[in-house]
């Protein structure tokens, strides 16, 4: 067996989070509300400091069972090592690249939108919505968190309550009637760990 195929395999179902890390506009920084930031830094500190040694201890027991190359416990273990490992990385990059904006601090002009607004807009049929905008690491399209590089969130920045913008979608363009604009406090659910057994 080539090594190059072997090396193929190994990496084949791991999700590239790299490949991920930057669909920020180039010289941008990434946006979070607190709660984002504190979600991102739970789940580190997790990883770091129980997830790993866990992992990393069971992989030592593994590997003084013998022969390693037929040991499921030791390859998978080496995989979740990896996994984990490449997960750190990411959430360090981005926990670096965090610019923290506090939707609930005082705005010079609370009409107009920025990040951390909530918009309650009605479409051209007359359907009201109403979205937050959040980071792109707190993006919950069922809780109404729109990404602020989205292409609706774009459409709505810097615009007032009463204005009407205009959204480009695959369907065609759309009217986007703003009816209001609030800065409040978003909700962002603290990090779970899913406990495998």
Same mark, same amino acid.
């Given at each position: ?12 179902? *791991?999700?590239? *989070? *790299? ?22 830094? &739970? ?31 030791? $390859? ?6 990896? &996994? /984990? ?5 990411? $959430? ?15 705005? &010079?002009?609370?009409?107009? /939108? ?31 968190? /729109? ?26 363009? &759309?009217? $986007? ?19 495998? *057994?």
């Amino acid at each position: 067996m080539s090594k190059a195929f072997v090396k193929e395999t190994d990496t084949a179902d *791991e999700f590239d *989070e *790299e490949a991920f890390l930057s669909p920020l506009p180039p010289a941008s920084k990434n946006y979070i509300t607190p709660g984002g930031y504190a979600r991102l830094k &739970e789940e580190y500190l997790w990883l770091l400091n129980k997830e790993r040694p866990d992992v990393t201890a069971m992989v030592a027991w593994a590997a003084g069972n013998g022969d390693r190359s037929e040991n499921g416990d030791y $390859l998978y273990g080496k995989k979740r090592l990896r &996994e /984990i490992d490449k997960r750190l990385r990411f $959430l360090s990059k981005r926990l670096d690249m965090a610019e923290i904006i506090d939707p609930t601090a005082p705005r &010079e002009d609370p009409s107009r /939108i920025f990040f951390g607004a909530t918009v309650c807009y009605a479409d051209q049929n007359g359907h009201e919505k109403t979205v937050s905008i959040v980071g792109i690491d707190e993006i919950d399209p069922l809780s109404g968190y /729109i990404s602020w590089i989205s292409p609706a969130a774009r459409a709505l920045i810097s615009a007032r309550e009463g204005d009407t913008v205009t959204l480009l979608t695959p369907a065609g363009t &759309e009217r $986007l009637d703003i009816l209001s604009v609030d800065y409040q406090p978003i909700f962002i659910p603290p990090f779970k760990p899913v406990i495998s *057994e």
